[in-house]
């Protein structure tokens, strides 16, 4: 099992830049694929990007393609996700997402917010 925990998130103007890093707990981590979710007020949980455990292959959402950056350091236990160009449409719940098999995984952390203001 591991444990996730979100940083990073809070109020930005649009066009701006936020980091958003998840620390993991526990030995296994390495074993596991990562990824984001996130969650806007009255809104479905939405995929947004995915790395593999070797960090070698990712996968984005449409909507955050070029803007956003998955990124992982198994040395460190820690998933980052890099976003640029923000949009008031990016504002929601951003969680960290962990484990393997298929989409979702099973590991979740409790989330950090992101809010865009236009």
């Known amino acids: 099992q591991v444990q996730l925990v979100e940083s990073g998130g809070g109020l930005v103007q649009a066009g701006g830049s936020l980091r958003l890093s998840c620390a993991a707990s526990?030995?296994?981590?390495?074993?596991?694929?990562t990824a984001w979710y996130r969650q806007a007020p009255g809104k479905e949980r939405e995929f947004v990007a995915a790395i593999k455990r070797s960090g070698g292959s990712t996968d984005y959402a449409d909507s955050v393609k070029g803007r956003f950056t998955i990124s992982r350091d198994n040395a460190k236990n820690t998933v980052a996700l890099q976003m640029n160009s923000l949009k008031p449409e990016d504002t929601a719940v951003y969680h960290c997402n962990a484990g393997l098999g298929s989409f979702p995984y099973a590991y979740w952390g409790q989330g950090t917010q992101v809010t865009v203001s236009s």
């Open positions: 526990g030995p296994t981590f390495i074993r596991y694929d």
